[in-house]
Nanobody, 126 residues
Framework: QVQLVESGGGLVQAGGSLRLSCAAS????????MAWFRQAPGKEREFVTG????????NYADSVKGRFTISRDNAKNTVYLQMNSLKPEDTAVYYC???????????????????WGQGTQVTVSS
C-alpha cells in the first residue's frame, strides 16, 4: 500500500508560479515511479509529467514543457511539481500518482499507476 498526500495548490494569476508537493508513505519511495496528472472540469484526467525511481528519467506533456519541472527527494519521500508561467488552461485538480513497477521509463497511461492522491486544486486567473 502507498498513501499519497498532495499539497501546495491554490489560486494564482496568469504568469505566476506554484509548487506542488506529494508526500508518500507505506512503501519504499525510492522504488516508485511518480507522476502528476490533472483533470479540468468536463475533461478526462491527463498526464502532466512523471519521474522514474532514480530521478534520471522524466517525461512531460507537450503543453507544459519548458514551464513545469518535476523533481523528487527520496530522503523526504516527496515528489515536487514546480509550475511556472501558469496559464488559465492549467486550471485543474492535480493528482499525484505512483507506479510500483520500477521501470527506467516513465509511463503516461493513467491505468498503469497503482496509487493516487486525493488531488489539489490549482486555479489560474486571467
Amino acid at each position: 500500500q502507498v498513501q499519497l498526500v498532495e499539497s501546495g495548490g491554490g489560486l494564482v494569476q496568469a504568469g505566476g508560479s506554484l509548487r506542488l508537493s506529494c508526500a508518500a508513505s507505506g512503501r519504499t519511495f525510492r522504488t516508485l515511479t511518480m507522476a502528476w496528472f490533472r483533470q479540468a472540469p468536463g475533461k478526462e484526467r491527463e498526464f502532466v509529467t512523471g519521474i522514474n525511481w532514480s530521478g534520471v528519467n522524466t517525461n512531460y506533456a507537450d503543453s507544459v514543457k519548458g514551464r513545469f519541472t518535476i523533481s523528487r527527494d527520496n530522503a523526504k519521500n516527496t515528489v515536487y511539481l514546480q509550475m511556472n508561467s501558469l496559464k488559465p488552461e492549467d486550471t485543474a485538480v492535480y493528482y499525484c500518482a505512483a507506479d510500483t513497477f520500477s521501470s527506467p521509463r516513465v509511463p503516461t497511461t493513467r491505468s498503469v499507476y497503482d496509487y493516487w492522491g486525493q488531488g489539489t486544486q490549482v486555479t489560474v486567473s486571467s
